[in-house]
């Protein structure tokens, strides 16, 4: 019985005919649960795995400038004579001593005369731009087609200069001091780079953020479902084995626990789908035994009262 079961939930799950269908309302109620919860996980995975999928494609293989130092089919430059062009000819950091070496021997130059060549030569395709990050992030606000990879490669100041010995340099200095702790210059910042003129909203701005995963937030009412319809099922199942063993006892003159035994043992074997029905009571003879019928060897004839053989 338990092989007819695990047939009907197995053909269930893979989507394949079955011989056997359920005729119980507790096993169609369980089969029933079954399927939605198959149906249900089946298609929340293929979804997600989709998902997955997607942003697989979408993320760059370039993270970091280690990511640039060690591959050489993405060439990348910055601006000729600028102040990134001066960090890495005198940067001590061996990985960006590297990148200056491969810049400065590669043919022909991938150096630019100005930002917006550098962003032109970036939409051409295999080419990274190396700059300032208020004017990377600026263009990237304003460019679908852009994207800013990795954090800063180093953390610098702008600062407003003054004659020597000004005396509106205390001045210029306090009133930028407190302008940072009021995050004054991060509101203008966010206004004029992110949420000024010409700035727009990427259809896929979150295409880099990873699938989320199915948790038990996710599909737990699935689960749910499928605790209350096996639960249902279990107490259908309970309500019917009784009704069945208490008609059964009647018949066979049985107790009731008895043949309650009887019905678990019959319904735990694995193999068989027929059981012998035992009653109790006066046999009636029969003059037939094992489908062979036997014939007297002595008999009397209603003529003459004497036995007709012998």
Not at 3 to 31: D, G, K, M, N
Not at 58 to 67: F, H, K, N, Q
Not at 284 to 296: A, R, V, W, Y
Request: with cysteine; proline share 3%; charged share 25%.
């Amino acid at each position: 019985m338990l092989s007819i079961y695990l047939s009907i939930y197995l053909s269930i799950y893979l989507s394949i005919s079955c011989e056997f269908s359920p005729r119980a309302i507790s096993t169609r109620l369980v089969s029933g649960t079954w399927w939605f919860f198959t149906l249900i996980m089946i298609s929340s995975y293929t979804a997600n795995l989709a998902a997955f999928l997607t942003v697989e494609r979408m993320i760059s293989p370039i993270e970091r400038a280690d990511d640039l130092a060690k591959q050489s089919d993405i060439k990348y430059g910055t601006l000729y004579g600028g102040s990134t062009m001066t960090f890495f000819k005198t940067s001590k950091i061996p990985t960006y001593q590297r990148m200056w070496h491969v810049m400065d021997s590669t043919e022909p130059s991938v150096f630019v005369n100005s930002s917006q060549e550098g962003i032109d030569r970036v939409l051409k395709g295999n080419y990274a731009y190396l700059g300032e990050s208020a004017i990377i992030d600026y263009n990237v606000q304003r460019n679908c087609d852009l994207m800013q990879v990795g954090g800063r490669l180093d953390s610098k100041g702008y600062g407003i200069a003054t004659p020597r010995e000004s005396p509106y340099r205390d001045l210029i200095s306090d009133a930028i001091l407190k302008l940072q702790e009021e995050q004054v210059i991060t509101l203008l910042y966010n206004k004029w780079w992110r949420e000024g003129y010409g700035a727009v909203k990427c259809e896929n701005e979150d295409a880099n953020k990873d699938a989320s995963e199915l948790g038990v937030s996710t599909v737990g009412g699935v689960f749910v479902v499928l605790g209350g319809g096996l639960a249902t099922g279990l107490i259908a199942a309970m309500m019917e084995f009784v009704w069945k063993a208490k008609k059964n006892a009647e018949e066979d003159k049985r107790s009731i626990c008895a043949e309650m035994l009887r019905e678990f043992r019959f319904a735990m074997k694995c193999f068989g789908s027929s059981k012998k029905t035992v009653k109790k009571g006066p046999r009636k003879k029969s003059i037939t035994d094992n489908g062979i019928h036997f014939m007297p060897l002595a008999g009397f004839s209603a003529a003459t009262g004497k036995e007709a053989y012998g």
